[in-house]
Nanobody, 124 residues
């Protein structure tokens, strides 16, 4: 069974940091592109950050540029989203997703393996 499990969400003050984890099982991240999406109440789902299957290319949405960093650790078969300088508008449920051998990681409609999501709340 192909599975992704997110963790690391929580409540953080504005300006703070969090690291989200996305643990894969049933397949190896070495051959999969990974993306992080988020969805805030009443808003459409947004692709936040992605990393190519080879791991050599990352893309961030303008809204998180220079604040979020995506990475993959093949030894742990886990992807991460390091988030810093968090803002209240970053509050959302964050999901990781995977797509096999995806060349252009920003082809967000191609992701077909999804985690259950983790809540991130940025508030005083």
């Amino acid at each position: 069974q192909l599975r992704l499990v997110e963790s690391g969400g929580g409540l953080v003050q504005p300006g703070g940091s969090l690291r989200l984890s996305c643990a894969a099982s049933g397949f190896s991240l070495e051959h999969y592109a990974i993306a992080w999406f988020r969805q805030a109440p009443g808003k459409e789902q947004e692709g936040v950050s992605c990393i190519s299957s080879a791991g050599g290319r990352t893309i961030n949405a303008d809204s998180v540029k220079d604040r979020f960093t995506i990475s993959k650790d093949y030894t742990k078969n886990t992807a991460y989203l390091q988030m810093s300088d968090l803002k209240p508008e970053d509050t959302a449920v964050y999901y990781c997703a995977a797509s096999e051998l995806l060349i252009r990681c920003r082809d967000y409609e191609s992701y077909d393996i999804w985690g259950q999501g983790t809540q991130v709340t940025v508030s005083i």
